[in-house]
């Protein structure tokens, strides 16, 4: 959808706004509908996502989770409240989320549940808005059994070995075969503070 002429700029970066919200929650709805061509159209080309257990650019991002669904992978997603700071034709946002993810763990079935924010780099490129970059942010996690009383006996020393606002996440998609990135940001730290700073600079026109 392209720039209407007639409006005023306050208009603009209000329907700018509404634009990438409705866009931030296309992004959970499609994806986990496994609605992969719509989801397709939220990156722009060059966009990037990462995530604990994969890393790489949109299509990329797409591949793997297809393979994931046909192999039984279950992860979803919810939202909050979303955060705008719009510059031009750039933004960024933050969107309160939890990830949901169901595997068997130990022998017995359990659910983790990691609370966070998705942090996006986005551009408005021929008048439409896209992600260059997903960043979640990990705060916390927790993980419990699906059947009540059944208890997984967890390694502590792998637990140990991951940051704790996704630790229980990354056991799980460990446990199921995945490789999981050890320096994701979390609610404080080093790395979600770089991560701030490169929200800021992007915003100023540096590269995501």
Same mark, same amino acid.
């Given at each position: 959808?392209?720039?209407?002429?007639?409006?005023?700029?306050?208009?603009?970066?209000?329907?700018?706004?509404?634009?990438?919200?409705?866009?931030?929650?296309?992004?959970?709805?499609?994806?986990?509908?496994?609605?992969?061509?719509?989801?397709?159209?939220?990156?722009?080309?060059?966009?990037?996502?990462?995530?604990?257990?994969?890393?790489?650019?949109?299509?990329?991002?797409?591949?793997?989770?297809?393979?994931?669904?046909?192999?039984?992978?279950?992860?979803?997603?919810?939202?909050?409240?979303?955060?705008?700071?719009?510059?031009?034709?750039?933004?960024?946002?933050?969107?309160?989320?939890?990830?949901?993810?169901?595997?068997?763990?130990?022998?017995?079935?359990?659910?983790?549940?990691?609370?966070?924010?998705?942090?996006?780099?986005?551009?408005?490129?021929?008048?439409?808005?896209?992600?260059?970059?997903?960043?979640?942010?990990?705060?916390?996690?927790?993980?419990?059994?699906?059947? =009540? &009383?059944?208890?997984?006996?967890?390694?502590? !020393? #792998?637990?140990?070995?991951?940051? /704790?606002?996704? *630790?229980?996440? $990354?056991?799980?998609?460990?446990?199921?075969?995945?490789?999981?990135?050890?320096?994701? =940001? &979390?609610?404080?730290?080093?790395?979600?503070? !770089? #991560?701030?700073?490169?929200?800021? /600079?992007?915003? *100023?026109?540096? $590269?995501?």
């Amino acid at each position: 959808m392209h720039d209407r002429t007639d409006l005023l700029p306050e208009e603009n970066a209000v329907r700018d706004e509404r634009l990438i919200r409705e866009l931030l929650q296309n992004w959970v709805v499609w994806r986990d509908a496994g609605d992969w061509e719509r989801f397709r159209t939220v990156w722009h080309k060059d966009g990037r996502m990462m995530a604990t257990w994969t890393q790489g650019t949109g299509d990329e991002f797409i591949a793997i989770s297809k393979e994931g669904w046909v192999k039984g992978v279950s992860i979803l997603h919810f939202l909050g409240g979303i955060a705008v700071d719009l510059a031009g034709e750039r933004a960024i946002s933050q969107t309160k989320m939890t990830i949901s993810q169901r595997a068997e763990v130990e022998g017995v079935l359990a659910d983790v549940l990691c609370t966070g924010r998705f942090y996006d780099f986005l551009e408005k490129r021929e008048g439409k808005w896209g992600i260059v970059l997903r960043q979640p942010i990990y705060e916390k996690d927790r993980m419990d059994p699906v059947t =009540p &009383g059944a208890v997984p006996q967890l390694d502590r !020393a #792998l637990l140990e070995q991951f940051p /704790a606002g996704y *630790r229980h996440l $990354a056991y799980l998609q460990t446990r199921i075969g995945y490789t999981v990135k050890k320096d994701m =940001p &979390g609610l404080k730290g080093p790395e979600v503070e !770089a #991560l701030y700073a490169r929200g800021a /600079a992007w915003l *100023r026109g540096a $590269a995501a």
